[in-house]
């Protein structure tokens, strides 16, 4: 199947600074990738879809000043977590759609990304 | 809203045992329903899916029937390996938005 990729996949930063983590699409074009928040023992919560060439849509509660996420390329999307707090530790998630799988709902999930903010 | 409701885990097995993960929903319009799984270190993958009602997915010995009169997508696999160790992620979407929502994730864990 198609590969998406995240790096870094752990990160230790320091409250106060900013981290970048990117979400890559190996062997396929997204349209569209979607950025998820994992806490422990709880579901995938959605952040915000980005949209290559757009501004990302956020859900209803990221602050969007805070998580910075940039879809520059069909096969590269960001997210910078700005002056991370530790309540911003978590497991990021990115997952992209392939051009030509518009409303099958399949997804390609990248490996997640931990941070931990000391 | 739409949401997805997951039995909890973790669920303890031994080889060859049957399983059962149950999964029930709540939605507007017809949406479709996946199955994804998670094994340790990696990202998620689509275990199986189905579009619409009484459609029934299938993968790697595991089922799930789309039952809209019980609003459920339970998982089903008549005999575990090791191997099936993982993460399992219930979730329901599609559409233009292709917005997924997820269940809480059931950890599954096989002994020999």
């Known amino acids: 199947g198609a590969v998406v990729s995240q790096h870094p996949s752990r990160v230790i930063c320091k409250s106060g600074t900013s981290v970048k983590i990117e979400c890559r699409s190996l062997?396929?074009?997204?349209?569209?990738m979607f950025w998820y928040r994992q806490f422990p023992k709880q579901s995938l919560m959605l952040m915000a879809t980005?949209?290559?060439?757009?501004?990302?849509?956020?859900e209803q509660g990221v602050e969007k000043d805070k998580f910075l996420i940039n879809h520059a390329s069909l096969t590269l999307s960001t997210l910078t977590v700005t002056s991370a707090h530790p309540e911003d530790s978590s497991f990021y998630i990115c997952?992209?759609?392939?051009?030509?799988?518009?409303?099958?709902?399949?997804?390609?999930f990248g490996e997640g990304s931990r941070l931990t903010v000391l | 809203g739409n949401s997805v409701t997951q039995m909890e885990g973790p669920v303890t097995l031994s080889e060859e045992a049957f399983l059962t993960i149950n999964c029930t929903y709540t939605?507007?319009?017809?949406?479709?329903l996946f199955w994804y799984v998670q094994y340790p270190g990696e990202g998620l993958q689509l275990l199986l899916k189905?579009?619409?009602?009484?459609d029934k997915g299938s993968n790697k010995g595991f089922e799930a029937t789309y039952r809209k009169e019980t609003t459920s997508f339970h998982l089903e696999k008549g005999s575990v390996q090791v191997s099936d160790s993982a993460v399992y992620f219930c979730?329901?979407?599609?559409?233009?938005?292709?917005?997924?929502?997820f269940g809480t994730g059931t950890l599954l864990a096989v002994q020999p």
């Open positions: 997952s992209a759609r392939g051009m030509g799988l518009a409303g099958t709902g399949e997804l390609f």
């Open positions: 062997d396929f074009q997204a349209t569209t």
């Open positions: 980005s949209n290559e060439g757009s501004k990302a849509t956020y």
């Open positions: 939605a507007t319009g017809y949406p479709s």
């Open positions: 189905a579009t619409k009602a009484d």
């Open positions: 979730a329901l979407g599609g559409g233009a938005t292709n917005k997924l929502i």
